[in-house]
C-alpha cells in the first residue's frame, strides 16, 4: 500500500503544481509583502518588544547607511555582557534569567536561578526509555519535539496559560533540553547504528554548557576552554529578535492560546528548517568540498579560485551560495560572528586545528570580496555566526546530527521570553490576511 500511495502522489504532483501556482506579477500588483518582507528584504512591522533589539543601520543625513551589526538582550549590548563575564565564568544561566525576567540578576538570585535549573534538568520516571529509546531516528530535532509533546502528559496543569505557570513551565524546558537532545542521538547511535550506549545523569550542580559536554562523552572529562567556548556559542544564539522564523511561530501559537508544550514544538517545527538553524550544516559541508578540492589552505589564489567556482555555481552543490557569508538583516558585520571569532581561535590553537582555522580566515577575507564583484552586492557581505559555529561544535566533537539540536537548546531561552511577553501584552490572535486570486467557476 505504501508503494501504492508514493505512486499516486507522483502522479498528483503535477496537478498540484498546475492549479496552486501563482503569478509573481500578482504579488506585485496587489503589494503583498511575500516572506512578510518589503521590496527592500526588510521585515515588515508585525509586533513590539522589549527582549532584543538587532542593529545593522543609522540614519545619516536623512540617508539609511548600514553599520556594524549590534545585537541587544533586554538594553545590553551582547558583547559587553559576555565581557563582563570574564574568562571563568560560564553566563548561560545568568543571561536567561535576564532574558526571562527582564532585568539583570544580583549575585543571589542568580544563584538561586542555577539551583532552579539544576533541579529541574531530570526527566519523569523511565521517559527515556519509554519515549526516547523507543523511535530513535537520526532527526534528533524531531525526536526532540516528539518529547516535548509526550512530557505534557505528565503536566498535570499542562493546559494552565497563566503567566507563572508557562515561566515554570519554561524553566523546567531550557533544564530539559539537553537531556532530550543528547539521550536521543544516543539512543540513534545505539540503534541504528550499532554502536555502545551510554546514558549520564546531569550534574545539577554544572552549567549546562558544562553538563551537555559531560553527557555527551563517555568519559564525561572536558576542559575549561571547551566548557567557556561552549557556553559562549550558547548565549550568542540565545535570541536574535521577535522576527526570526521560529520566534515568530511562538508568537503566533501563544496568540492562539495553546499551551506552553505545544507552542515550543512548533518553534522546533520552525527551528529546524535548513533555512533557518539547519544553516551551520550547509557551512560544514562546503567546508569538507572545499578541503578535497583545495590543496594549499594558505594559497589564497587557489582558495579564491575555488570560491570563485562556488559562486559560478561549477562547484560544490551548483546553488552559487558562499555558505555563511551575509545574513538577512546584517550587511557590515554580524556582532554574534565578531564576539565568537576570539573564542575560535582559542579552541583551534587548543586542539590543534591552526590550518583549518587559516583556510575558515582566509574565506572569510576573501568571499565577500567574490560575491560583490560576481553577484554585484555592494551593501556588505560579512561571516554570519553560522560560519564559525559548525567548526566549533567540530572541535568539541559535537556530532553533525545534533547542531540543530544545539541551536535548540540555546534558543528555548528567546522562545520562553517570547512567549511570557506575548502572554502579558497580547490579547489578539495573530491572523495575517491573505488575499484570493481564485477564479471562480
Not at 506552553?260 to 522546533?268: F, G, I, K, V
Request: hydrophobic share 35%; net charge neutral.
Amino acid at each position: 500500500m505504501r508503494n501504492k500511495i508514493i505512486e499516486y502522489a507522483n502522479q498528483k504532483e503535477e496537478i498540484c503544481r498546475k492549479n496552486d501556482n501563482i503569478s509573481p506579477r500578482l504579488y506585485e500588483e496587489y503589494g503583498v509583502n511575500r516572506g512578510l518582507r518589503d521590496e527592500n528584504g526588510n521585515g515588515v512591522l508585525t509586533g513590539l518588544t522589549n527582549i532584543s533589539k538587532i542593529v545593522s543601520s543609522r540614519v545619516i543625513d536623512g540617508k539609511k547607511m548600514p553599520c556594524d551589526g549590534e545585537l541587544w538582550y533586554r538594553g545590553y549590548r551582547v558583547e559587553k555582557l559576555i565581557d563582563d563575564l570574564g574568562e571563568d565564568h560560564l553566563g548561560f544561566e545568568r543571561i536567561a534569567y535576564l532574558l526571562l525576567m527582564g532585568e539583570m540578576p544580583d549575585q543571589k538570585q542568580e544563584q538561586e536561578f542555577q539551583e532552579y535549573i539544576g533541579k529541574c534538568r531530570t526527566l519523569p520516571t523511565n521517559f527515556t526509555r519509554d519515549v526516547i529509546m523507543k523511535a530513535p531516528t537520526e532527526d534528533i530535532m524531531n525526536s526532540m519535539t516528539r518529547s516535548i509533546l509526550t512530557l505534557a502528559s505528565y503536566d498535570k496543569k499542562a493546559k494552565d496559560t497563566s503567566v507563572s505557570n508557562a515561566l515554570r513551565q519554561c524553566i523546567q524546558l531550557i533544564s530539559e533540553f539537553p537531556l532530550l537532545a543528547v539521550y536521543g542521538y544516543n539512543a540513534y547511535v545505539h540503534y541504528e547504528k550499532g554502536k555502545s550506549m551510554f546514558i549520564h545523569r546531569p550534574d545539577p550542580k554544572l552549567s549546562t554548557a558544562e553538563n551537555l559536554l559531560m553527557l555527551m562523552r563517555p568519559d564525561q572529562k572536558y576542559t575549561r576552554t571547551e566548557a567557556k567556548v561552549l557556553d559562549t556559542a550558547l548565549i550568542l544564539h540565545m535570541e536574535h529578535g521577535g522576527g526570526n522564523n521560529s520566534t515568530f511561530t511562538t508568537r503566533v501559537v501563544t496568540s492562539s492560546g495553546s499551551d506552553t508544550y505545544s507552542t515550543m514544538a512548533a518553534a522546533m517545527s520552525s527551528l529546524k528548517g535548513p533555512k533557518h538553524g539547519g544553516a551551520n550544516i550547509k557551512v560544514m559541508e562546503m567546508m569538507a568540498d572545499i578541503r578535497k578540492h583545495v590543496r594549499d589552505f594558505e594559497d589564497k589564489d587557489e582558495v579564491a579560485s575555488y570560491l570563485t567556482k562556488i559562486v559560478d555555481k561549477e562547484a560544490f552543490d551548483q546553488k552559487g551560495l558562499i555558505y555563511g557569508m551575509g545574513h538577512a538583516i546584517y550587511s557590515l558585520s554580524d556582532p554574534r560572528e565578531r564576539v565568537f571569532k576570539k573564542y575560535v581561535e582559542e579552541l583551534a590553537v587548543e586542539k590543534g586545528r591552526e590550518k583549518d582555522l587559516h583556510l575558515y580566515q582566509n574565506i572569510e577575507e576573501l568571499a565577500p570580496q567574490i560575491i560583490a564583484q560576481k553577484r554585484r552586492i555592494f551593501k556588505g557581505v560579512s561571516p554570519n555566526v553560522d560560519f564559525y559555529s559548525g567548526f566549533v561544535y567540530d572541535m568539541l566533537g559535537i556530532p553533525t546530527e545534533l547542531y540543530t539540536a544545539m541551536f535548540a537548546v540555546a534558543r528555548i531561552v528567546g522562545w520562553s521570553a517570547h512567549r511570557i511577553e506575548e502572554l502579558i501584552c497580547a490579547d489578539k490572535i495573530i491572523r495575517p490576511a491573505y488575499m484570493s486570486v481564485m477564479e471562480e467557476k
